[in-house]
């Protein structure tokens, strides 16, 4: 069922309810006299207002957001809502009023109550209708992020607590005619009504104290901070190739609309950087339901932030390649061992001057007391295989992981120039694994699949 609609029926059943208890409980108050439940009788009147108010609010939050309110209409839930307290403080007054009017009045009359089952009856069915309503309330309030359907929630809350009070109040005045008159205990009896009364409009009063704070806080934007450090959390460990820079969101309805600065480096083609924000949006979408993000790109030039990416950025520079490289910190001093990949054909005399510079590159930037490398060629040399490639070769290649109980391989691509095979077998993904675990994963499998098959060409694992 959709959100709105659930939302709708929801409030039109408080409505429904609203106005039955209403009726009842005015009834049984005016035949009574009793303060208590004349109390109740109006705070179901204004639920009835708020219910009726809150159906209003939740069918034009649903309407689709236009020109003159791109954000959509949920903010009237939060006014809706407001507006709900406003409606709970006067009653909560006219409660506090007339109760002090009948504790300072010496006509003794004034404390009379004309007690009968309905009053209980009444009382009970309230008790009955609220716990179920708030529970029904809550549960599409949280479904479904309606700040108007929580105020009702919360607001039937707190008629369970007063219909208690009451209970409570006309069940001690019906106790009172059994006590002596004068005693302390006839005089706390007599007055019970009252004074549950007064304890329905502090229930009151703290009810508008949550849901007035909640409601301003909406409207005003305030800043959610358990959703800030959340949104923060999954940017660093999903996106930490991309620092997040600057952040904030609103709170519309149901919807969360994020806006956030992402540096990205500046050599990023203007395709592939709108790919990424793509991707963070795609990702926080997915983690937090109702989010609509807006990416802003920053670009930057990334400074290395770790000695390894500043010794692998100096090497760049020089033209090398890096592997294999080990910081190892001694009592003297860091010592920085590597090995740089070079032209397979060059002099070596060609690359001294190169070398030497790196070197001393490293040795400056990091402090470090000695700097070895070990010289190796970066021209890897692909073997050659001989023996014909076979017809079914992609079939044979899916059969030997089927029975290695390797991933389903989502593609096989083979490339061959002359008597030189490479063999690409792309699995998908595994997120939950580390790089190393990984890497591990990758190798193992290229082994075990070049000694499942013919030797046609060199085999080597990689994720889609």
């Not at 949550?210 to 959703?227: E, Q, R």
């Not at 949006?281 to 990416?309: F, K, N, R, Y």
């Not at 691509?413 to 030189?420: G, N, P």
Request: glycine residues 4%; charged residues 20%.
């Amino acid at each position: 069922m959709p959100s709105a609609t659930k939302k709708n029926l929801a409030a039109l059943s408080s409505v429904i309810w609203s106005g039955v208890l209403t009726a009842l409980k005015l009834v049984v108050g005016l035949s009574t006299g009793s303060l208590g439940i004349m109390s109740e009788a109006l705070h179901s009147l204004l639920d009835l207002l708020a219910a009726a108010g809150t159906l209003f609010a939740v069918r034009l939050a649903a309407k689709p957001a236009d020109r003159d309110h791109p954000y959509g209409h949920g903010k009237i839930e939060s006014l809706m809502a407001l507006a709900e307290v406003l409606l709970l403080l006067a009653t909560a007054a006219w409660v506090i009023r007339e109760a002090w009017i009948r504790l300072a009045s010496h006509d003794l009359s004034m404390l009379h109550i004309e007690l009968s089952p309905w009053a209980f009856i009444i009382i009970i069915i309230s008790l009955v209708v609220d716990i179920n309503r708030s529970a029904m309330l809550r549960c599409i309030a949280r479904e479904t992020k309606s700040p108007a359907l929580e105020a009702d929630a919360a607001h039937f809350s707190s008629d369970i607590l007063s219909s208690a009070a009451v209970l409570v109040g006309i069940s001690a005045a019906a106790l009172a005619d059994s006590v002596s008159t004068g005693t302390p205990l006839y005089w706390i009896l007599q007055r019970a009504d009252v004074f549950s009364s007064l304890v329905v409009a502090l229930i009151i009063l703290r009810i508008c104290a949550v849901l007035g704070s909640k409601a301003v806080n909406n409207l005003m934007d305030k800043t959610d901070p358990a959703l800030q450090e959340h949104i923060e959390q999954l940017m660093s460990e999903r996106m930490s190739a991309y620092p997040l820079r600057h952040l904030r969101f609103r709170t519309v309805g149901d919807r969360t609309y994020i806006e956030m600065t992402v540096g990205m480096p500046r050599e990023l083609h203007i395709d592939t950087a709108h790919e990424v924000a793509d991707a963070i949006e795609a990702l926080v979408a997915s983690h937090i339901p109702g989010a609509e993000t807006l990416v802003h790109m920053q670009p930057e030039t990334m400074v290395p932030d770790s000695p390894q990416l500043i010794v692998r950025q100096i090497a760049l520079a020089h033209r090398m390649g890096v592997h294999s490289l080990r910081l190892i910190h001694t009592d003297q001093g860091t010592v920085v061992f590597t090995d740089l990949e070079l032209p397979a054909n060059a002099k070596l005399e060609t690359w001294d001057i190169p070398i030497q510079t790196f070197r001393a590159e490293v040795r400056r930037y990091l402090a470090a007391k000695e700097v070895y490398v070990h010289i190796e060629p970066d021209m890897r040399t692909l073997p050659e295989f001989v023996l014909p490639i076979p017809k079914d070769w992609e079939s044979q290649v899916r059969h030997a992981a089927e029975r290695l109980k390797a991933p389903a391989p989502s593609r096989v691509a083979l490339y061959t120039q002359e008597r030189c095979r490479i063999c690409f077998v792309c699995i998908p993904l595994s997120p939950r694994l580390s790089i190393s675990q990984s890497h591990e994963q990758l190798t193992q499998l290229s082994a075990q699949l070049a000694a499942t098959l013919p030797p046609v060409a060199n085999i080597v694992v990689v994720y889609e």
